[in-house]
């Protein structure tokens, strides 16, 4: 009897540890990371019938509400473009153009995928505050202390990551998004 006792336990460890694991897994891992474009990641079959177990689970724990790949791309940065880790203590400018879509906003969130408190109520910038011309380039500053002009507050001193939807994806966006041109994210200075 105290066999079973001991092996039930175990396959109860052994279960809870697994399970554990692959949420963790799944919660670290983005809204997938098949296509790379500078420091922004995606998954290819986010939204389609095509995509596997693996990016469907993801999709359920990271991407609440998330809509099909006709109607919105995902993109997921957790480092500048030269690979540093994003970083609470440190301002960023997020600089871009023209993107393929109707519309498209950028959320910073903690690395759990949730909005981070800050004081401003301030989480994310949209293309609706971006000046129009898409031959201009633009830049979001990303920082702990407040800038004039478009800025998000990181609210945090710890590591975060940004996402960028792109609602209703165009032209080579909705193709082909390997081949994309997407905002550079420069780390500017850091905080002790």
């Known amino acids: 009897m105290k066999a ?7 396959v109860a460890l052994g279960l809870a540890l697994g399970g554990g694991l692959a949420v963790w897994q799944m919660q670290a891992s983005g809204l997938g990371n098949d296509v790379r474009v500078g420091p922004w990641s995606t998954g290819r079959d986010i939204g389609t019938a ?8 993801i999709v359920a724990l990271r991407g609440l509400l998330a809509l099909p790949a006709q109607e919105a ?5 957790t480092t500048d473009s030269a690979g540093a880790p994003l970083s609470g203590k440190c301002s960023y400018a ?3 153009g ?3 879509a109707r519309w ?6 903690d690395r759990g995928g949730w909005l981070i408190p800050n004081r401003w109520h301030r989480h994310s910038i949209g293309s609706a505050r971006i000046d129009a011309d898409p031959a201009t380039r633009w830049t979001v500053r990303i920082g702990p202390a407040e800038q004039p002009g478009l800025w998000v507050p ?6 975060f ?3 960028l939807r792109a609602y209703r994806p165009r032209g080579t966006m909705a193709r082909d998004p390997a081949r994309i041109s997407l905002p550079s994210i420069t780390r500017g200075e850091c905080r002790p």
């Open 4 to 10: 079973v006792f001991k092996w039930s336990g175990l």
């Open 50 to 57: 095509h995509a596997d177990m693996k990016t469907r689970a």
């Open 161 to 163: 990551e940004l996402t």
């Open 94 to 96: 997020l600089t871009g």
């Open 73 to 77: 791309r995902y993109f997921t940065a």
């Open 104 to 109: 498209w906003s950028v959320t910073l969130y």
């Open 98 to 100: 023209a993107i393929e």
């Open 154 to 159: 990181t609210g945090t001193d710890g590591p």
